[in-house]
């Protein structure tokens, strides 16, 4: 993973133990949903999520950013000509009592219709000009909406620590990416599944408008000490192209 969002950057990573104080409670995914997208500086005027990034030791590096919160569908239908996705979100949050008084938090979001564009990396933060391999960024399909969009199903599961059991929750950008979590908050794990199909681009190889599907997987851990196989917290970071049928 980078964390990109979209931001690629670092993560801020505490391990912590796990001493429970209670019996979880199940919170509405909305608490989670409406934290998200406090900052955009990745794409803007389109709030920022995580952005998921291939293995730098397998190039070339690919870019991938699937809309899980919804954010970029939310931007398109609210355009004076609306382009409505059908992007849907649907999961739950458990929130657990920890005995230092803070709350071990899990959140798992499944979204079906999520706007997805993948990108060719360089080595500049600007990815506002990278090469779209794979999709159309929310100001293409702003700009054109004739264009179609990529669409993926995906599966987002994170566990961090909250300040508290009920407590507001964080914006993982801006939190964890950004380098602005609260004290007493720390990111334990994360893991992100996407599957997605639209149009490959000329930028690809192919012609453009090529059928294409996408395959996101990415799997953070955390806390364990961060030696071996596990030495950079990530040992699954794929992002896939491929021409369908292909």
């Not at 929130?95 to 080595?123: I, Q």
């Amino acid at each position: 993973m980078r964390a990109a969002g979209t931001a690629l950057g670092s993560v801020a990573l505490v391990a912590a133990n796990r001493a429970f104080a209670g019996p979880a409670i199940q919170r509405p995914i909305t608490d989670f949903l409406d934290a998200q997208g406090t900052t955009s500086i990745f794409f803007p005027p389109v709030p920022d999520q995580i952005g998921w990034a291939s293995a730098a030791a397998d190039p070339p590096v690919l870019i991938a950013l699937v809309d899980y919160a919804g954010l970029a569908a939310e931007f398109l239908a609210g355009l004076e000509d609306p382009l409505i996705l059908g992007t849907t979100m649907t999961g739950h949050v458990l929130d657990r009592p920890l005995a230092d008084g803070r709350s071990e938090v899990t959140v798992v979001l499944r979204t079906t219709n999520a706007l997805t564009f993948v990108l060719l990396a360089d080595d500049d933060t600007d990815f506002t000009n990278n090469p779209v391999l794979f999709g159309y960024k929310p100001s293409e399909l702003a700009a054109d909406p004739t264009l179609t969009p990529a669409l993926s199903q995906s599966h987002l599961k994170v566990v961090f620590t909250n300040t508290a059991p009920g407590a507001d929750l964080p914006d993982l950008v801006d939190a964890f990416i950004l380098g602005n979590a609260a004290d007493g908050q720390e990111l334990r794990s994360l893991a992100f599944r996407a599957n997605g199909s639209g149009p490959l681009r000329e930028a690809f190889g192919v012609p453009e408008g090529t059928p294409g599907r996408s395959v996101v997987s990415q799997t953070g851990l955390l806390t364990t000490g961060f030696h071996g196989a596990v030495a950079d917290a990530f040992p699954v970071e794929l992002v896939k192209l491929h021409v369908v049928g292909g």
